[in-house]
T-cell receptor, first 115, second 115 residues
Framework: AQSVTQLGSHVSVSEGALVLLRCNYS??????LFWYVQYPNQGLQLLLK??????LVKGINGFEAEFKKSETSFHLTKPSAHMSDAAEYFC?????????????FGTGTKLQVIP | NAGVTQTPKFQVLKTGQSMTLQCAQD?????MYWYRQDPGMGLRLIYY???????DKGEVPNGYNVSRLNKREFSLRLESAAPSQTSVYFC??????????????FGPGTRLTVL
């Protein structure tokens, strides 16, 4: 069975500071890994994804994530936090299963940006 | 393009009442999904429709039924609402093409409270 674990349900950073949101996965096969962002009262929006190829993936709004197979991690980072980054972030692992794509979401990390 | 739309945005029900959540997409996607989002639990798949004319159970189908009315529309019905069904419900769609990963596009959600 595949799963994702997000460490820290709430993370607070100062504006301009490094953002680091942690995600570890378990999967019996090479995974497709994703980060989604959810702004207040909105649906989820794809931030970035890793499927194959380069392990450092760049996404929208200056975010990036690195797939580390040896550590089974896919942590999300941004060098300098902006107030508009305040949102909830979900890591997800996706596997093709019987004709559809089974998506397993982490429990989410709420990012607070302090002015 | 409106993307994925959901109605209603908010709903309050009494225990035992029934209702149908509507979802439509205008992206000509084959696959559609219903998720529920609860605090600290991420998103969990209720039902999905890999293609028009097919529906299958997801992780938490009990108490729900679905209808894939046509390629555009996928509705979720609560026959006899229970307080445990208080949640935010998201509809999503994807191209559903075989192989690889098809990004899921999410609607804005329906906030349902069952008293």
């Amino acid at each position: 069975a595949q799963s994702v674990t997000q460490l820290g349900s709430h993370v607070s950073v100062s504006e301009g500071a490094l953002v680091l949101l942690r995600c570890n996965y378990s999967s019996s096969v090479p995974p497709y890994l994703f980060w989604y962002v959810q702004y207040p009262n909105q649906g989820l929006q794809l931030l970035l994804k890793y499927t194959t190829g380069a392990t450092l993936v760049k996404g929208i709004n200056g975010f990036e994530a690195e797939f580390k197979k040896s550590e089974t991690s896919f942590h999300l980072t941004k060098p300098s936090a902006h107030m508009s980054d305040a949102a909830e972030y979900f890591c997800a692992v996706i596997k093709n299963s019987g004709g559809y794509q089974k998506v397993t979401f982490g429990t989410g990390t709420k990012l607070q940006v302090i002015p | 393009n409106a993307g994925v739309t959901q109605t209603p945005k908010f709903q309050v029900l009494k225990t035992g009442q029934s209702m149908t959540l509507q979802c439509a997409q205008d992206m000509n996607h084959n696959s559609m999904y219903w998720y529920r989002q609860d605090p600290g639990m991420g998103l969990r798949l209720i039902y999905y429709s890999a293609s028009e004319g097919t529906t299958d159970k997801g992780e938490v189908p009990n108490g729900y039924n679905v209808s894939r009315l046509n390629k555009r529309e996928f509705s979720l019905r609560l026959e006899s609402a229970a307080p445990s069904q208080t949640s935010v419900y998201f509809c999503a769609s994807s191209t559903g093409l075989a192989g690889g990963y098809n990004e899921q596009f999410f609607g804005p959600g329906t906030r349902l409270t069952v008293l």
